[in-house]
């Protein structure tokens, strides 16, 4: 799919909480694509503890091997790291049939005017700002990737 038919299919979650978290396979794998140690951390604290699984990648070219190794539910995605930067690790995530459909977060501190554009045009899902608003984290993360919601047990029979 070329960056242009990406652009007019772009996924935003809701602003809100209104989207609730829908049975899909277990354990949603979230690849966390970030230099700063201190927003990976936090990043991967959260995530671990809501159930997720969690993969780590510091540079772009790192990321994109991540990606294709372990086909993750998400990736949430700073736009400057080292070696290949964020536009570049989601134009070569396009690129690659397998993941062409990842959901892509973009995650920065970045004014929205600077790379708003060109991130859309690139193939990028949706964006969350820094400072995290853990709010807006959720609803991606139940829009997204969400954790599968566990049947309540079968009432047993009295014998």
């Not at 700073?78 to 536009?87: E, V, Y």
């Not at 995290?132 to 990737?145: C, G, M, Q, S």
Request: hydrophobic share 40%; proline share 10%; aromatic share 6%.
């Amino acid at each position: 799919m070329s960056p242009m038919q990406r652009q007019t299919s772009v996924r935003f979650a809701p602003d809100d909480n209104s989207v609730s978290a829908m049975p899909f396979s277990p354990k949603p794998t979230v690849l966390i694509v970030e230099d700063d140690d201190n927003t990976l951390f936090m990043l991967k604290s959260v995530l671990t503890k809501k159930g997720y699984r969690v993969l780590e990648a510091w540079d772009g070219k790192q990321a994109v091997e991540m990606a294709e190794a372990h086909n993750p539910d998400l990736m949430l995605l700073d736009i400057h790291l080292p070696r290949l930067n964020g536009l570049g690790v989601i134009h070569r995530l396009r690129e690659n049939a397998k993941l062409e459909s990842l959901p892509i977060v973009v995650v920065t501190g970045l004014s929205p005017e600077e790379y708003r554009g060109s991130a859309i045009s690139s193939g990028c899902d949706d964006f969350l700002m820094k400072p995290i608003d853990f709010d807006r984290l959720d609803v991606l993360l139940d829009y997204y990737a969400p954790i599968p919601i566990e049947p309540p047990p079968a009432p047993q029979a009295d014998d």
